[in-house]
């Protein structure tokens, strides 16, 4: 009797550890993006300090070459396609100092926005960093690309800790205050994502349909975005940025896109709002 009872009990513990790790397995979720409807319309450029008009000139010489044969449009489409090569290490571990300085061109970025800058093994790449790399060429320097926060680029810049920020970087007139921008290299959107089981956008039809039920939606709904990003702004509101948000419902903020995406799947907040085509690659590395 002792023994049946002992091996009932084994099996029960048995089937609870097997139930446990079925159900953590099932926890994450795979995700959708909203890639037609576009929340805001954004244009990216290069962030450079107010007084390098030498970089800034170069930097837009450098543009229009790349738009008048093509190459732009070549670069962007190889890394939306996945058919780019390129990839860059740093030749030293840390940002130059001292005479060396001059030798470099130091980027400033936040490589955790794919297709336009992240990491391949420990190589850089991106349609950014490719153009980094073509910079650096021009100007005769060797390229250092310093990853850092987003929230940290346009500081970076400004104090001359980098000479220019290429982090797929919204042209906007508060951040105009503070840096200068070279001429706009491509268009974005910021876009909803959500789980794919989720049913409060399900019969949006519309960039204005979803802002109305982002409108309707109270302090219990959580919108994850990037730290210092239109994403955040847009969600969040900022005078500055001429974006009202939704005060209504919760905004938080995270490090890169990526993580709010793995929060997203993990039920741990209800959307995320990014720029267009880092979510579509973020939201199908995520669901792998
Ligand atoms: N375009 C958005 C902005 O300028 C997001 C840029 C994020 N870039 C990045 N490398 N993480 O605010």
């Known amino acids: 009797m002792k023994k049946t009872l002992s091996i009932i009990l084994c099996l029960a513990m048995l089937l609870t550890t097997v139930a446990v790790f079925a159900s953590c397995g099932d926890t994450k979720s795979k995700v959708k993006v909203f890639t037609e409807y576009e929340l805001t319309a954004e244009k990216y450029?290069?962030?450079?300090?107010?007084?390098?008009t030498a970089l800034k000139d170069a930097a837009n010489e450098?543009?229009?070459?790349?738009?008048?044969n093509g190459e732009?449009?070549?670069?962007?489409?190889?890394?939306?396609?996945?058919?780019?090569?390129?990839a860059y290490e740093n030749p030293i571990a840390n940002p130059p100092t001292g005479d060396a300085r001059d030798d470099y061109l130091v980027v400033a970025t936040n490589a955790y926005f794919p297709p336009f800058e992240y990491y391949e093994g420990v190589k850089l790449t991106g349609v950014d960093m490719?153009?980094?790399?073509?910079?650096?060429?021009?100007?005769?320097?060797t390229l250092y690309i310093y990853d850092m926060e987003f929230d940290s680029v346009i500081t970076s810049v400004k104090e001359g800790m980098a000479d220019i920020g290429m982090a797929g970087m919204t042209v906007n007139e508060e951040r105009l205050k503070t840096i200068d921008f070279t001429t706009e290299y491509y268009e974005s959107a910021q876009v909803l994502i959500v789980r794919e089981d989720d049913t409060v956008f399900a019969d949006c039809k519309s960039a204005d349909d979803i802002t109305a039920k982002l409108s309707a939606q109270a302090k219990t709904f959580t919108v994850g975005t990037q730290n210092g990003t239109?994403?955040?702004?847009?969600?969040?509101?900022?005078?500055?940025f001429g974006y009202d948000g939704f005060k209504n419902l919760t905004t938080?903020?995270?490090?890169?896109?990526?993580l709010a995406v793995l929060d997203l799947a993990n039920g741990v907040v209800?959307?995320?709002i990014i720029d267009k085509q880092p979510a579509i690659m973020i939201a199908e590395s995520t669901n792998k």
Not at 74 to 82: A, L, W
């Open 45 to 52: 450029a290069f962030a450079v300090a107010k007084e390098n």
């Open 130 to 141: 490719k153009i980094a790399s073509l910079l650096a060429e021009k100007l005769d320097k």
């Open 62 to 68: 450098l543009l229009a070459e790349l738009k008048a």
């Open 252 to 258: 938080k903020g995270y490090t890169t896109g990526a």
């Open 270 to 272: 209800d959307a995320v």
């Open 230 to 240: 239109t994403g955040y702004m847009f969600t969040a509101g900022d005078e500055g």
């Open 72 to 86: 732009l449009e070549k670069i962007i489409n190889s890394f939306f396609d996945g058919s780019a090569t390129f």
